[in-house]
């Protein structure tokens, strides 16, 4: 008898185990949910100036999807302390690294910027996520529908903040 109790309790254990593992879903928002109501599958944050002999910029990129998002590429308008566009224009950027940004995750990196930019309008392009289609996962690609406007804006308002 105390023998039956006893597996009953470890296939109760296991079974509840297994639910639970079923019911895990991958962290973030479902991607067709987002593309939906026209949100970037990523998000960027505490864009600042780092300290140092190399001029750059940090960045928090984090992925609000629940795909696996395997690579990014971006525009990056920088401007002077007095809010005047750099002559060289924006700067093309990206991201693509041995095992992307999973579901959830925030990925912290810097990426170069010219020596007289104090600061920077960091402005989505692409990004490239994993799906699954059947059985096969296939790379798809969000597109920034608004990037060139948001390009031209940003240029345009660095360039207003100095007129003004």
């Not at 910029?57 to 999807?65: K, V």
């Not at 309008?121 to 994993?130: A, G, S, T």
Request: aromatic share 6%; glycine share 12%.
């Amino acid at each position: 008898m105390r023998r039956s109790i006893g597996w009953i309790a470890i296939a109760a254990l296991l079974l509840g185990s297994g639910c639970a593992l079923l019911d895990k879903k991958p962290a973030g928002t479902p991607m067709a949910q987002l593309l939906k109501e026209g949100r970037a599958p990523v998000e960027v944050s505490s864009l600042g100036r780092s300290i140092g002999p190399v001029p750059a910029f940090q960045a928090s990129i984090r992925n609000l999807s629940d795909k696996h998002v395997q690579a990014i590429k971006w525009t990056a308008v920088f401007s002077s302390s007095a809010g005047v566009p750099l002559k060289e224009g924006p700067s093309e950027g990206g991201f693509a690294e041995f095992g992307g940004i999973k579901p959830g995750e925030t990925l912290q990196g810097a990426f170069p910027a010219p020596g007289n930019s104090a600061t920077v309008k960091f402005i989505l392009k692409d990004v490239i996520y994993e799906d699954t289609v059947k059985e096969f996962k296939i790379d798809k690609i969000w597109k920034n529908p608004r990037h060139d406007a948001e390009v031209q804006l940003a240029e345009g308002a660095s360039a207003g903040k100095a007129k003004g």
